[in-house]
């Protein structure tokens, strides 16, 4: 079982190895779209942020100036990019090779947890929320995009069903239920917003139980 995990996780990083040169070109299209929902949840970051599966960087340009962001990736490939953005952007952050499921963090030690669209190549998205339930401070927030199964009929099944083909050929998971995952991670969902054709992606705003602060937007 655990030698399983490991070797997905093994396939992850090495696929992300690979396309690291041409994600950002991969992203093209998608990211005309991405861009305003990246823009509209890093508004809500603040004090110490983690950012897990930072990618290439692509979030770095929505961060509030000032912001103190620590990104981490599995990838180094992907991570050597974010490091090029970042300098360009003039923007500092400090980045490290790590596994979200064994994140390298005390407990309690982030205002602010970010994750944009990672969870869909995680092979244990529960196990992962837990991590980041973990290190963010009892009164921090979760800011997640991520893309979901359609609940509904025929499209539904039907992800479930092409999931086998795209976890085969890309180790990419379609049919993610986020919000049931959310709740088995002990997290409580904050702000939840539908985004994409039938609401494929979700924008939300996690809080840990007992966490009354409330959220506003600035
Ligand atoms: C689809 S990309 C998204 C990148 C970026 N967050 C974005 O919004 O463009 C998924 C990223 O998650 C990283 N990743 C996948 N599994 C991971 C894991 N177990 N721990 C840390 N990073 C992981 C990949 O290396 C990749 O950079």
Redesign the pocket.
Known sequence: MIEGKKTT?ES??AR?NRIAPI?DGM?LIGESR?KPW?KKLLREARGRIL??????G??VLFYPPGSEVTG????YG?LARARVKAERRGFPVRLAV????RLPFFDDSFDTVV????F???PDPVG?LRELRRVCKPDGRILL?EHVRIDRPVIGPLMDLLNHLTVRVAGEYINRRAVEDIGRADLTIDEIEDLGPMGIVKMMILKKPGNTEITGRN
């Open positions: 996780t992850t990083k992300f994600y992203l991405f990246r950012e897990i599966g930072i990618g290439t692509q979030n981490l990736d599995i990838a992907m790590g596994d979200v499921l994750s944009t669209f990672v869909c190549s995680v992962g995009l």
